[in-house]
């Protein structure tokens, strides 16, 4: 069972679980709505910083092909109007205790993925939630702002 939590570190809500999960376990799925990169990028241009709630990620980089995909056709997922309790999953440097993995689905007509979360070791009740989101701080020319880290990790890469 998941809980969404107020932290107490300056990262405004976060998750947690309410039961011992081993290493492996699958946690929850990542629910956006799925967006182009051009797409993203345009909405990003539209909001003000402060109404941006969540990070989005990217779905579908083409994984496995040698293409390298046009932003028009590159996926991604944006849980900032629609989404569920992954959407309060904050960020820690390096040692989180989840891993995204695309769960490819196959169909007859197309393929597409699902971004599920899987724990990267066991995880005791009551601890937060957390997951690499691979950001690179010091880029400064990102169209979304970074946000101060305060993830605690031993690996912090926020530093100035
Ligand atoms: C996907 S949301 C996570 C849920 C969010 N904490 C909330 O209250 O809605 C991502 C946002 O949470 C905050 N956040 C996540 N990880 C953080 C961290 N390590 N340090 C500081 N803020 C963090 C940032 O404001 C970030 O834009």
Redesign the pocket.
């Given at each position: 069972m998941l809980q969404v939590f107020l932290?107490d570190?300056?990262?405004?809500?976060?998750l947690r679980t309410l039961q011992d999960l081993p290493k492996g376990s699958f946690v929850c799925e990542y629910v956006g709505e799925i967006l182009t990169n051009t797409e993203l990028y345009e909405r990003n241009m539209q909001s003000s910083g402060s109404e941006?709630?969540?990070?989005p990620v990217t779905l579908d980089a083409d994984w496995g092909s040698e293409r390298i995909l046009r932003d028009e056709e590159a996926l991604c997922l944006d849980?900032t109007f629609c989404g569920n309790v992954a959407?309060?999953?904050?960020?820690?440097?390096f040692d989180a205790n989840l891993i995204d993995i695309p769960v490819e689905i196959e169909t007859p007509d197309r393929h597409y993925y699902h971004l599920a979360f899987f724990t990267t070791r066991d995880v005791s009740a009551s601890e937060e939630l957390?997951w690499d989101?691979g950001i690179d701080f010091s880029d400064h020319d990102h169209p979304i702002k970074a946000?101060?880290?305060?993830?605690g990790s031993e690996f912090c890469r926020d530093v100035k």
């Open positions: 932290t570190r300056h990262k405004g809500w976060g941006r709630h969540t990070y849980a959407r309060f999953i904050n960020h820690r440097c957390t989101y946000f101060h880290c305060c993830c």
